[in-house]
């Protein structure tokens, strides 16, 4: 690679930002109007407070005096099933009665179904259809019968027309089908039994208060008005396409008032509904939370109202639901787009349909009896609705297990005492021609059926995350973006509101929603940090973003040696794309990129693997691997001669062992007699000997190489000794600066002073070797792929994380080739490259930008973040799913990301083991990291919990308190560690709180139905699509954030204020504490769709009470709290602009979902790494003890010998590197 003027040069007619958001400056592109980048010259003023509009509506209590206040009803429900069963006698003749009909019994059945069958019918719409089939027959009998329900085990009434007390109702609904469903004559019944067992009333009064803002049970009466909602929409004809959810969507008829955009897939659609929930405050009283959203649907028929169905097998253009095949007359026999078809298929809901053309022996007499012949063509009409794909059963059939059969002459059954194929059957029982025999056999719930006779049922779309459906959905949002939508929400709460008889029955209830308007509420926008670059040159963001093109950065990182990967197939572009990068990474941003290195580099092939195959997913890991050792030899071993040929040596780090500290050395090529390369390191004492030396009068001695120039007699250590390329001289410092020298030859200064030439060297050995030390090479890895595929990029993540330790750069030709300004997509990548290249010891960073409160003292900023699911390493390993877990964190000063990554098995929370283990490393690399400096005080980001689980965050917070225990055990000298250390068992547990740094546990939740949006036009930031969105800072601290906010306890107990009564710590006047911290912070700034706010919930706060005993430590209060998370929003080392989530949990996330993406190498006998097996061993459920029950990674010799293993399922090759 050399570094030439590229025919892609800088546009400087540009005057804007760089890709993905410079804005302070306008856009990317000529004249500011780039990809990226914001408004040129835009001078809209930001306020420091604003009202904003939510969308929350407010419930209200009607006080009718026509409808009786004696408040709900709550009943259990209970679903049995039952049928009518025919009388036989002991001969088993069916039993008639006087006029000959045969007696029938209804039978109910009193078994219990197994936990996965309940699972399976709650989550089915059966038992919905159950109640509101039940509510319909009793109507008939009681006009005034009402009953609104849960899904579940819970239903609600008005307690003036409540059914009976332990009431037992018969119901009738068809079994796979709509009771409106046109062809549900066609449907078999199904019996059910509904009883109703009253457990407990609920006074109006106590209602009301609740909903007034007046106190009472909030809990349980917002879990009422839940069902409610939820009961009221479905029963107004709402369709709920995920039984469990509160989403409901509008009716097809009414999908027309919704203006959605035609999909580019014509066999789906998107529906538009809303999500609703009650939320309550002990202030404010209660809300309608009311978010407009879209899902995607599989048709029924390609037009609403039309017959058109949508075919499985589309044989005009050759497709099978959805994915296209070969038609040449014989069946499907590609094994790839067999895959593809079986997983499409997978995927939807099914209806079969065909004609019989064979006349019975009836027909004749029904033309006689007056039946037309369109009665007796609809009866010919085979229909079966809603069946899925599923495996054969029948031990007998000679497809057992499978889902397809890949033609219709390979399956054959026994019929009338004969073998016969599908083809055949049909036509000889129906008389129907298959008219694509050599076309698949479906298993539709049991039976097989031709695809030519299935058609696609209505049900939502699973997985619909193509890019077709993720576009179609954000363009959605974007037409409805900001302001624009709490119009939608308004309308759609009308809609809502007027559709079937919600508003009707909801005044039963004595109550109402308000409709006309949504809940307003100030709001503060927070002050923007400025971030500093190098020079001490500041940017102030605009709306959340700044610009990095042409900035220096603040510490710029050091690539000493650069692997390259490439997958493009694409040569030319490929070298074109990493010279590029290099030169933009140096000249544009600092990035120091020594002379040699740049020498190397001339010629990428010397460290370059490129790839010719055609399955790049499967043999990344080869590849990689062999890009490494192309660069290892020509950097550490010196192939290409480089090195020797200027005189200077590949300078790098290392460490030894499990040694925390990295070194700072420079690498000996290996001589003839050695397989290894010696280390020299910049250290004196022992490690500052580079060769054991034996003189040729046999006198033995440590020596230090040294070199010898030409312009003096001084000698010179090779650290200070290097090749300048742009004169082409060796360098030397030479009183104190570097100087153009001429390189005269090699010697040893020994231990002794002596100065040994290399000629009267006998025998010498290097001092020390990569044998013992693991050597840092190559720094990174930059990974050139075709596009930005997932299958790929997840194999190479997995490589570098779990494998090679080797930071790995991605980067997408296709998206290189489309830029306008090839430098802007360089410096994204740039920036990436420095944060990854980062090191404790060099602390290099794009950008500086002060956290006041977390730089008052040393400060543990912690991230948790999860992942859920291990996709199909599960099915491999038949065990049930594991969540993986990852931490990340932030350094003091300086943001440095270590990543811990653990899979545990399923849980909503961590397990106390890998909690316990997650801190402790993050201690220890904290204290690494600060000179060996232990924080004073904790700050915890927790993301992935919902509300249910708030308080198992008390575990975690004990868990990390018995770490710190664990850690500093000996030096805990309070009386309340005095006390427990007789008792040890239960001090372990939970750990001392007053030993312990203060901790505040903070709840990151980014699922939530919470939006907000300027409350007009001119108190926001303007929408790309048309609608103003609220200012990147915008925060909101109250009302709606009260609405089941998590309560702070004011007061420090008496006995933990005597034990802070010690030179160490400070108690904080009461002043600084407040009883709720929750709140929602707008941290990013939005140029398209809606920007949604992330919810901070406040578990625990001792950092408002109490801190340690520093001249400038501040409480924590929720305003600095407030600051302190939107400033750390824009740490986020590889982009330029302030994140929606703080960082720390936004990488713990990314490094948890790039290690669960690779779990599925992890199975066994396939992940070889140098002769090593790596794999993921799952102990048994039955180990009694949590820490044996955990999954870890083993290393395994060839003989099946286990090297080691380790619960950090991460690799890392130097400690301390920031992992992005």
């Not at 892609?8 to 410079?22: E, I, L, N």
């Not at 959340?544 to 950065?553: C, D």
């Not at 709140?1079 to 950092?1103: D, W």
Request: glycine fraction near 8%.
């Amino acid at each position: 690679m050399s570094y030439k003027k590229r025919p892609y040069g800088y546009d400087s007619r540009g005057s804007g930002g760089g890709y993905g958001g410079g804005r302070d400056r306008g856009g990317g592109g000529y004249g500011g109007g780039g990809r990226g980048g914001g408004r040129r010259n835009d001078t809209t003023p930001r306020p420091t407070e604003c009202y904003v509009a939510t969308n929350h509506n407010k419930l209200l209590v009607n006080g009718d005096p026509n409808v009786p206040q004696d408040g709900i009803t709550l009943f259990k429900v209970m679903i049995k099933d039952a049928k009518w069963e025919v009388q036989k006698n002991e001969e088993g003749v069916p039993l008639r009665d006087e006029s000959g009909k045969v007696i029938r019994r209804f039978k109910v059945f009193d078994r219990e179904r197994s936990d996965e069958s309940t699972r399976r019918f709650l989550r089915s719409p059966k038992p919905w259809r159950i109640i509101k089939k039940m509510e319909q027959d009793q109507k008939k009998l009681n006009e005034r019968f009402m009953l609104d329900y849960n899904g579940a085990e819970l239903a609600i009434a008005p307690s003036h027309v409540a059914p009976e007390d332990n009431a037992e109702y018969r119901v009738c609904i068809k079994q796979n089908c709509d009771e409106d469903d046109p062809d549900a004559d066609k449907d078999k019944n199904r019996w059910y039994v509904v009883t109703l067992t009253k457990t407990h009333a609920i006074p109006f009064a106590t209602i009301a208060s609740a909903i007034q803002g007046r106190g009472g049970n909030t809990e349980e009466i917002s879990m009422v008005v839940n069902v409610l909602l939820k009961s009221l929409a479905i029963f107004s004809g709402m369709i709920s396409l995920v039984p469990t959810s509160s989403v409901v969507v509008f009716p097809l008829a009414e999908q027309k008032h919704c203006t959605l955009r035609e999909a580019a897939n014509k066999r789906k659609f998107l529906l538009s509904g809303v999500n609703q929930s009650a939320v309550f405050s002990e202030q404010e009283g209660a809300f309608v939370q009311t978010d407009s959203i879209v899902v995607w649907a599989d048709k029924e028929y390609f037009q609403i109202g039309s017959g058109d169905t949508v075919k499985v097998f589309d044989d005009q253009n050759n497709t099978i639901a959805g994915v296209r095949i070969r038609v040449d007359g014989g069946p499907i026999t590609d094994m790839i787009t067999r895959s593809e078809v079986v997983e499409a298929l997978s995927k939807l809901t099914y209806n079969v349909c065909y004609h019989i053309k064979k006349p019975s022996g009836r027909e004749e007499d029904m033309l006689k009896n007056g039946k037309t012949q369109d009665h007796i063509a609809e009866m010919r009409r085979r229909v079966f609705k809603n069946r899925s794909l599923t495996s054969d059963k029948d031990e007998a059939s000679m497809s057992k297990g499978q889902k397809v059969v890949w033609s219709c002459h390979d399956h054959a059954f026994d019929y009338n005492g004969g073998r016969i194929t599908v083809v055949d059957y049909y036509q000889e029982k129906y008389g129907i021609k298959i008219q694509y025999p050599h076309m698949p056999l479906l298993n539709l719930s049991g039976a097989w059926y031709p695809v030519e006779f299935v058609y696609q049922a209505f049900g939502k779309t699973k997985d619909a995350n193509d890019d077709d459906m993720v576009k179609g959905a954000l363009q959605h949002y974007d037409s409805i973006a900001g302001t624009k939508l709490i119009d939608d929400v308004r309308k759609k709460r009308k809609m809502l509101s007027d559709l079937g008889c919600f508003r009707d029955r909801l005044a039963m209830y004595n109550l109402s929603i308000e409709e006309k308007k949504t809940t307003e509420v100030k709001a503060k926008v927070l002050s923007v940090p400025e971030p500093e670059f190098g020079n001490g040159i500041k940017v102030r963001p605009t709306n959340g973003a700044f610009t990095l093109q042409n900035k220096i950065f603040a510490k710029p990182a050091t690539l000493n040696s650069l692997a390259v990967v490439d997958f493009s197939g694409n040569q030319l572009v490929c070298d074109e794309l990493v010279g590029t990068v290099c030169q933009v990474a140096e000249e544009k941003h600092g990035i120091l990129i020594p002379s040699i290195t740049k020498t190397i580099l001339r010629r990428l092939d010397n460290v370059t693997k490129r790839y010719e195959g055609r399955n790049m997913a499967d043999d990344a890991l080869s590849v990689i691997k062999c890009a490494i050792e192309r660069a290892r030899d020509a950097y550490i071993c010196d192939s290409t001669g480089a090195f020797w040929e200027k005189h200077v040596w590949f300078e790098t780090t290392c460490f030894l062992g499990d040694e925390e500290k990295i070194h700072k050395c420079l690498i000996l090529p290996p001589a003839s007699t050695s397989n290894y390369a010696g280390i020299m390191f910049d250290s004196s004492g022992d490690i500052g000997f580079t060769h054991y030396i034996t003189t040729a009068d046999g006198r033995k001695c440590n020596a230090r190489l040294k070199v010898k120039i030409k312009e003096a007699d001084t000698l010179i250590d090779p650290f200070d000794f290097r090749y300048n390329s742009d004169n082409g001289y060796n360098e030397a410092i030479y009183n104190n600066e570097w100087v153009s020298v001429g390189f005269n030859g090699y010697c040893y200064e020994c231990s002794d002073g002596r100065v040994v030439e290399k000629q009267d060297i006998a025998n010498s050995e290097f001092a020390h070797s990569e044998r013992d030390w693991k050597i840092d090479c190559p720094d990174i890895m930059l990974v050139v792929l075709p596009d930005k595929g997932k299958a790929l990029y997840d194999h190479v993540k997995f490589v570098s994380n779990q494998c090679s330790g080797v930071q790995t750069q991605c980067a997408s030709l296709d998206t290189f080739n489309r830029q306008r300004n090839k430098e802007q997509y360089s410096t994204a990548l740039a920036t990436k490259m420095n944060a990854k290249l980062s090191t404790v010891e060099d602390g290099a960073i794009a950008w500086r930008g002060a956290v006041d409160w977390v730089n008052q003292c040393h400060t543990l900023v912690i991230g948790i973040g999860m992942a859920h699911g291990m996709g199909r390493v599960l099915l491999v390993m038949s065990v049930p799913p594991y969540h993986l877990i990852a931490i990340s964190l932030v350094f003091f000063v300086l943001l440095k990301v270590p990543k811990r990554a653990y899979v545990q098995k399923k849980a909503d929370t961590l397990s106390k083991d890998a909690m316990i283990d997650l801190f402790t490393e993050s201690w220890k690399g904290y204290c690494n990291a600060n000179g060996n400096v232990e924080p004073c005080r904790i700050l915890v980001y927790r993301d992935g919990m919902s509300d249910g689980n708030f308080t198992k965050a008390d575990d975690e917070i004990d868990s990390i308190r018995a770490a710190i225990k664990k850690l500093k055990l000996k030096e805990c000298e309070c009386i309340a560690c005095m006390y427990l250390l007789h008792f040890i068992a239960l001090h372990e547990e939970s750990g001392c709180s007053v030993c312990c740094p203060p901790i505040t546990y903070v709840i990151c939740q980014s699922q939530h139905s919470i939006r907000i949006v300027p409350a007009t036009d001119r108190e926001g930031y303007p929408v790309k699509s048309g609608g103003v969105n609220v200012h990147s800072g915008t925060v909101v601290d109250h009302t709606i954030t009260e609405l089941g906010a998590l309560k702070i306890q004011d007061d420090v107990p008496d006995d933990f204020i005597d034990q802070l009564k010690d030179k160490s710590k400070v108690l904080f006047p009461s002043s600084s504490a407040s009883s709720s911290y929750d709140f929602l912070l707008t941290a990013q700034g939005g140029l398209k769709g809606t920007s949604k706010p992330m919810y901070y919930r406040v578990r625990l706060n001792e950092n408002a009470n109490w801190g340690p005993s520093k001249s400038n430590v501040t409480p924590l209060t929720k305003e600095t709290l407030e600051n302190c998370t939107y400033h750390m929003s824009y740490q986020y080392a590889t982009a330029p602009k302030a994140v929606r989530e703080v960082p720390v949990v936004k990488y713990a996330k990314r490094v948890a979902s790039q290690v669960l993406s690779g779990l599925k190498y992890l199975k066994d006998g396939d992940c070889r790494w140098y002769g090593k097996t790596l794999r993921l061993h799952i102990p048994m459920d039955e180990i009694e003890d949590e820490t044996g029950r955990r999954p870890v990674m083993e290393m395994l010799n060839e003989d099946g010998s286990k090297v080691n293993e380790k619960t950090n399922l991460l690799c890392g090759s130097i400690h301390g590197h920031k992992g992005a």
